[in-house]
């Protein structure tokens, strides 16, 4: 009787290593004599597996494989990426399910998290392979820790993490050119018990265009803004925290905006499983001063509007696929018909063998643009948008169908003459 499995690597100094025997054929080995794999990864470089882990066929229908492998991953404090990887079993391994996991830090590169993942990879499915025509082939290569060496190292950031970013464009014809600037700095304090997360940055785009008699028309649209999160931990199931906002939008008329609120998050599940399913409801109450750059619609050039926010969120990422919808309800306390409501969501799921349907959509009801300008937009600025006009919604959806068909089983990789240069 096959038993379910958990398993947890963490071996920074230990090295081990799965690889075919010298010498040892597997080609000879009818489809399905060998452990069948289908691999659910959104990040993983599988052109490099089929090239590096020849002991396993891999199948393109997930309702034929011996093992599902389903690949989650989250962004740690340090900027990496922590990996859960879950291997199903089904059919005649129905059962026999394990977890492992390993972190990979911001300075990997590419080549390094294929490694890292390679390896966890063939662990994970060194077991059941025995059993399969590959056994004969298989062999473990074991390096021993060094003599002196710790798990545990010093860290003088003190578990902070930095990150600088600016970029720029330039472009233009005869008649008009264009030029942005874009910076960011954020820095990022994460543990189990504390996150602390502040960031800062600008963008500014200025546009010139020829429009006949000798008359240019220039245009600048800028905007930056600083925020902060702090958010402790409570329990498996309950966070607490604050934010804060400073920020300046010549589209929206906002010379400067200052926000600040507490907030509260319960979990259904508790979040050590958030790589895997997660439902939250999140609260948040205070308030915002607004400076206009202009008279606003309602005759103000400054205000403090109190406000609360509430949202709901699910996230799933199983075998059949990945769902993510979240709804917020904004409202603003003191004239409560200022509300500001939006869902989104986004789905990837697998509906039968070899169909596959994926779908994503974003949709507001606006009812608190409390910045809109009095004084009614020129055409320039509408057709350069330069400024926010009125609305009462807004609204974006993407659908996408595949359906795949033929062979299961060729895992045969040819790289050759890859992209037409036509």
């Given amino acids: 009787m096959l038993q379910s499995v958990a398993v947890s690597i963490l071996l920074p100094f230990t090295s081990v290593v799965l690889t075919a025997a010298p010498g040892a054929q597997s080609s000879a080995a009818a ?9 659910d990864c959104g990040r993983c470089d599988q052109e490099h597996l089929r090239q590096t882990v020849g002991f396993v066929d891999y199948v393109a229908d997930p309702s034929v494989a011996d093992f599902h492998v389903l690949v989650t991953t989250q962004t740690t404090g340090g900027g990496g990426l922590s990996w859960a990887v879950q291997f199903i079993g089904q059919g005649s391994f129905q059962g026999l399910n394990s977890r492992l996991s390993f972190d990979t830090p911001a300075t990997d590169t590419e080549s390094d998290r294929n490694s890292a993942f390679e390896r966890i990879f063939m662990l994970g499915l060194a077991g059941p392979a025995t059993t399969t025509s590959s056994g004969p082939e298989l062999t473990v290569t074991w390096t021993p820790p060094e003599v002196g060496s710790s798990s545990t190292t010093a860290d003088p950031w003190k578990a902070w993490v930095f990150n600088l970013r600016a970029s720029g464009d330039v472009s233009g014809e005869r008649a008009s050119s264009a ?4 910076w960011r700095v954020s820095s990022n304090r994460t543990t189990s018990a504390l996150k602390v997360n502040v960031s800062a940055g600008r963008d500014t785009r200025i546009s010139s265009f020829d429009v006949g008699d000798q008359e240019r028309i220039r245009s600048s649209r800028h905007s930056w803004s600083m925020d902060t999160l702090v958010v402790r931990s409570a329990g498996p199931r309950w966070s607490v925290g ?3 906002a400073v920020s300046h939008s010549s589209f929206s008329n906002i010379d400067h905006q200052i926000s600040m609120a507490p907030a509260v998050e319960f979990n259904v599940f508790p979040y050590t499983e958030s790589s895997r399913r997660s439902l939250t409801v ?5 308030a915002s001063r607004y400076r206009y750059t202009n008279l606003t619609i309602f005759d103000r050039m400054r205000e403090v509007v109190p ?24 409202q603003h306390l003191q004239n409560l018909d200022r509300t500001r409501t939006t869902v989104n969501g986004f789905m990837d799921v697998r509906i039968v063998k070899g169909l596959s349907v994926n779908a994503f959509f974003r949709y507001e009801r606006i009812r608190d ?26 609204y974006f959806a993407n659908f996408g169908i595949s359906f795949r068909f033929g062979s299961i089983f060729n895992s045969v990789v040819n790289s050759r003459l890859n992209g037409s240069p036509f």
């Fill in 282 to 286: 999140h609260y948040a109450a205070g």
């Fill in 369 to 394: 643009q409390i910045s809109l300008r009095k004084e009614a937009a020129s055409d320039e600025a509408v057709l350069l948008g330069l400024q926010q006009l009125p609305t009462g919604y807004n």
């Fill in 307 to 330: 406000r609360h926010v509430v949202r709901i969120s699910l996230d799933l990422q199983q075998p059949w696929g990945s769902v993510n919808v979240a709804s917020s309800f904004y």
């Fill in 242 to 244: 604050a934010t804060g």
């Fill in 31 to 39: 489809p399905g004599d060998r452990l069948r794999v289908f691999v």
């Fill in 179 to 182: 030029r942005s600037l874009n």
